[in-house]
C-alpha cells in the first residue's frame, strides 16, 4: 500500500472534495467550472496566484479565489434570483439592508454577500511587499494605536483570537478614525454600516495547506505581503467617502 503525506493528500483531494461533498452547493458548481451568472461578478485577481508566497502559497490561493469565493459569488446571485429590486443594489447597500432581505434568502444573503465583499477587500490589500505605511495612514496608527508595532500587535492578537472561522478588520470612519473588529463567519463591518480599511481572513481554508493549524504563524507572515499603497488609497476613499467595498 503507497502512503501519501497528509499535506499533498490534502492539496490533491480537496477540489474533489469540495465539488462532490455537497453536490447542490456553490462550491460544487464553482469547482465543475460554472462561471458565476447574475449581476454580482467576481473581479479578475489582480496579480498571479503566487504572488504572495512569502504568506500564502499559491494553491492555497487559487482554492480560495476560485472555489470559496467564486462559489459565494454564485451562491448570492442565486439567492437574489428573484429580488431583483434588491440584486440591483450595491453590495455594501445591500448587506447595510439585510433585515429587508426576506427570511428565506437572508442566511444566503447574509453568507455569500459577506463573503464576496470581505474576499474582494482581501485580495485587493495583498500582493505587496509588507513593510510600513506611510503618510496620513501611518499618522491615523500612530494616533489610535500609539505606534505600528502596538498596531501590529493588537491586530494579531485580535485575529489569533477569533474562535472558529472569522475575520479580523481594521474599520475606518469619514474623519479617519481607525479600529478593531472581529467578525465570526462571513459577518463584516458593512451590516453595521462601517467601512472597513483592511481585514485578515482566518479560516482554516485561507491557510491549512502550508500552516495547519499554526494560525498565528499565518497571521504573522500576512504583514509580508500587504500592499500599503493599495491600503492607503482605500483609507484616502474612506474619508472621501467613496470607499464601498
Not at 504563524?217 to 467617502?241: F, H
Amino acid at each position: 500500500m503507497i502512503f501519501m503525506p497528509r499535506r499533498r493528500l490534502l492539496q490533491a483531494t480537496l477540489p474533489v472534495a469540495l465539488a462532490t461533498l455537497l453536490p447542490g452547493h456553490a462550491w460544487a458548481q464553482a469547482a465543475a467550472g460554472e462561471a458565476p451568472s447574475g449581476p454580482y461578478t467576481q473581479a479578475a485577481m489582480p496579480y498571479a496566484f503566487g504572488a504572495n508566497e512569502a504568506a500564502i502559497d499559491a494553491r492555497t490561493m487559487e482554492l480560495h479565489y476560485r472555489f470559496h469565493h467564486g462559489g459565494q459569488v454564485a451562491g448570492l446571485n442565486r439567492a437574489l434570483r428573484e429580488h431583483g429590486q434588491l440584486s440591483a443594489l450595491p453590495l455594501d447597500e445591500l448587506l447595510g439592508k439585510l433585515n429587508e432581505v426576506p427570511e428565506a434568502v437572508r442566511s444566503a444573503v447574509r453568507n455569500n454577500g459577506g463573503g464576496h465583499a470581505n474576499h474582494t477587500m482581501f485580495w485587493e490589500i495583498m500582493g505587496g511587499q509588507g513593510g510600513e505605511p506611510q503618510g496620513e495612514l501611518a499618522e491615523a496608527i500612530t494616533r489610535d494605536f500609539t505606534d505600528f508595532a502596538s498596531f501590529r500587535n493588537r491586530f494579531n492578537g485580535a485575529a489569533n483570537g477569533v474562535f472558529g472561522s472569522g475575520w479580523a478588520f481594521v474599520t475606518v470612519n469619514r474623519e479617519g478614525r481607525l479600529a478593531l473588529v472581529t467578525k465570526g463567519g462571513q459577518d463584516t463591518p458593512l451590516m453595521d454600516g462601517q467601512r472597513v480599511l483592511m481585514g485578515n481572513d482566518v479560516w482554516e481554508h485561507a491557510y491549512y495547506l502550508r500552516y495547519q493549524n499554526r494560525r498565528a504563524e499565518y497571521t504573522g507572515n500576512w504583514w509580508n505581503v500587504l500592499d500599503w499603497q493599495k491600503i492607503g488609497s482605500r483609507y484616502a476613499a474612506a474619508k472621501a467617502g467613496t470607499l464601498r467595498v
